[in-house]
């Protein structure tokens, strides 16, 4: 038989990682329900629906912002509500639909494969010609071939339109791109 020190923590019983999780699940929502009955300077409560169980076991009432374009879908659990936020648009996402209009699909399509991240600052120099000239911005335009300083290729507003003129010129494809070329379009 085994012996135990005074004070140790040998026959202590240890959580899985199941109960861990269930038990802190227990604390926010009775912590919610303390926030919603005694309004601790809390105007709005929203419970995040990040999961299946969410949708479901919610029996607390929260109040939840009723009509905002910053949620796209609400489920009502019990009484409570259970909204979920829509993912923001970046504001490089609308200015290419804005420039290339009906035609930004085919521009998505190109970015999926050119520059999925949308990011403005990216330069390429893999498999140029010649060695050395660089891939810049959001569409990946060569500073070299367009004759272009790259300074101005790193803003975005510049990048698109450019970009777009590039598209239009060449009869509405984006075949001077690899990925086009790839794609076919």
Not at 56 to 83: E, H, L, W
Not at 103 to 108: E, Q, V
């Amino acid at each position: 038989m085994r012996t135990y020190r005074a004070g140790s923590n040998q026959f202590r019983k240890r959580l899985t990682p199941l109960q861990y999780t269930k038990a802190l699940g227990f604390v926010g929502v009775w912590t919610i329900a303390f926030l919603y009955c005694f309004r601790v300077g809390v105007q709005d409560v929203v419970i995040p629906a990040t999961t299946q169980w969410a949708k479901k076991t919610f029996d607390v009432v929260a109040y939840a912002p009723t009509a905002s374009k910053a949620y796209a879908d609400t489920y009502t659990a019990g009484s409570a509500k259970i909204i979920t936020p829509t993912p923001s648009i970046s504001p490089i996402h609308t200015e290419i639909e804005q420039v290339f209009g009906s035609d930004s699909p085919k521009a998505f399509k190109l970015l999926s494969c050119e520059n999925s991240s949308l990011n403005p600052d990216a330069v390429n120099t893999a498999g140029n010609y010649p060695a050395g000239s660089r891939d810049i911005g959001v569409f990946q335009i060569n500073e070299y071939w367009q004759k272009v300083n790259a300074k101005f290729l790193f803003n975005s507003d510049i990048n698109i339109r450019m970009a777009y003129q590039l598209y239009k010129e060449n009869g509405n494809s984006f075949r001077l791109w690899t990925c086009g070329r790839k794609f076919g379009i």
